[in-house]
């Protein structure tokens, strides 16, 4: 069964220092979406992702945070200049709207740890 | 905006047993989507079950399934015959029907504890 993985899995990096997270969507999905999940708390969305474009964005993603897919299969959240508060649990997800679905599919995550 | 609340932090229950979660949410949407997701210890999310708010018929996957009170904004998960490998975070998710550019709005997550 297809599904959505990252990588890394753990990055711990210092504060100030910027850090790339990548996802690897399902192959046919054409809706992409990041979201972090702080230690304790509930998951957070952070942006979504379509047609080459950021579609939708929460108050989180302020201008530290970026998104690209470089090629056909990466989609990446960059941070620039990281923070102890950005320390947290990022998910990577997709989804296909073709068949009238809009389930969201998860990655595995990627553990931020900001030192 | 949106807001899911679930009023429950921690529940647990003996293994078979059956088990509701609960999750009422506030919109003023008319089409919606809601789903339930589940975390074990490994953190990652799995989704469990949807519900479409057009469709009256409750959703059912299995051993889960939900009651869905559209005009109570009431969407709760029950699951039958609990096994071990139930035991995890489970959160309810509202999604607005915007083509799919939307994010899922959670819950702050039930953590249910299927004891042998």
């Known amino acids: 069964e297809p599904e959505v993985t990252q990588t890394p899995s753990h990055q711990v990096t210092q504060m100030g220092q910027e850090v790339i997270l990548r996802c690897v969507p399902i192959?046919?999905?054409?809706?992409f979406y990041w979201y972090r999940q702080i230690l304790g708390q509930k998951v957070e969305f952070l942006v979504s992702?379509?047609?080459?474009?950021?579609?939708?964005k929460s108050e989180i993603f302020d201008d530290q945070f970026s998104v690209e897919r470089p090629d056909g299969s990466n989609f990446t959240l960059k941070i620039r200049s990281t923070k102890l508060e950005d320390s947290a649990m990022y998910f990577c997800?997709?989804?296909?709207?073709?068949?009238?679905?809009?389930?969201?599919?998860f990655g595995p995550g990627t553990r931020l740890t900001v030192t | 905006a949106q807001t899911v609340t679930q009023s429950q932090p921690e529940m647990s229950v003996q293994e078979a047993e059956t088990v509701t979660l609960s999750c009422t949410y506030d919109?003023?949407?008319?089409?919606?989507?809601l789903f339930w997701y589940k975390q074990p210890p490994s953190r990652q999310m799995i989704l469990v079950i949807r519900q479409e708010a057009y469709k009256q018929q409750n959703a059912t996957e299995n051993r889960f399934s939900v009651n869905f009170q559209k005009a109570a904004k009431s969407f709760s998960l029950k699951i039958s015959d609990s096994q071990l490998g139930d035991t995890a975070m489970y959160f309810c998710a509202f999604l607005r029907d915007r083509g799919g550019a939307d994010g899922l709005t959670f819950g702050k997550g039930t953590h249910l504890i299927i004891q042998p």
């Open positions: 997800a997709s989804s296909d709207r073709r068949g009238g679905g809009y389930e969201q599919y």
């Open positions: 919109t003023s949407e008319s089409n919606y989507y």
């Open positions: 192959s046919n999905h054409l809706y």
């Open positions: 992702f379509y047609n080459n474009e950021i579609s939708e």
